[in-house]
């Protein structure tokens, strides 16, 4: 592969929510995306700030970067993102895929939101096999459902950008609870992601650094991934795949943040607007048990 098509990759881990936030340039032009940002978010205090995001447009400044997209591969449920903040940095697009309006349609009630469920809230929405160009570089989409319905994951030169599809190889795969979620679907976008040359370089979106690892890994290839994911090896096949994951799944409790960050993260980044207090707040549903009902 000539060197064209290898991008210059900058990685930012958040390690409050183990999150791994990417700055992708054509190092030909300087054009650049960002995938998956993160907002830093206080849950106990209810605080924002923007230094995750400050350090990537830092870094993009100090290569003389132009970022033109903001590029998230789902609707993430253990952060928020910085997508909007960029955008107002960096004038760049937000995309996401296609598929987020159905997304929007499960959690919209759950927060009795009346945001649209078109996804209009994103500048673009990308479909199974759509390219487009960041400067020189070829990025091409690929639709990885399975952890949610809209997940998809982006090629961009020799590098492949998977959300939170998989996990390093002593880690494995996504949860696929969430409502959306299935894990044989995950299971056949697996495949699609480790049918691609041995030799492609695979960037994750989380990392845990299980028990017996002492530092964090974002970076893998499709060929490590083939030899070694505990959970979707060479070999395993989809019904064990599938046993293994709902099991798995029954045991999981709900991320830290999932409440403020869906309901964030569907729409694109926009936090709520200020009530006529001046403050903006974010809405967790209480589940009050029958019983209960009409004596708290």
Known sequence: MSDAAKPEIRAFFDEATNTVSYLVMDPST????????????????????????????AAASEAGAKVEWILETHAHADHLTAAQYLRAKTGAKVAIGADIGSVQKIFNPVFNQK??????????????GDTFNIGKLTAEVIATPGHTPACISYKIGDAVFVGDTLFAPDYGTARTDFPGGDARTLYRSIRKLLALPPETRMFLCHDYK???????????????????????????????????????????????????????????????????????????????PAEAEGKL
Not at 30 to 54: C, E, Q, R, W
């Open 115 to 128: 945001a649209a469920v078109d996804g209009r809230e994103f500048d673009h929405l990308f479909h199974e």
């Open 30 to 57: 300087h054009i650049a995306a960002v995938v998956d940002p993160v907002l830093d978010f206080d849950s106990k205090s209810g605080k924002v700030s923007t230094a995750g995001a400050d350090a990537i447009l």
């Open 210 to 288: 299980p028990q017996g690892r002492d530092k964090y890994i974002w970076e893998t290839t499709v060929a490590e991934q083939r030899a070694a994911n505990v959970h979707v090896h060479d070999g395993v096949d989809e019904e064990s795949f599938v046993a293994m994951r709902e099991k798995r799944d029954a045991t999981l409790a709900a991320p830290a943040l999932l409440l403020p960050s869906i309901q964030v993260n569907i729409r694109a980044g926009h936090v709520p607007q200020p009530e006529d207090n001046g403050k903006r707040y974010l809405k967790i549903p209480l589940a009050v």
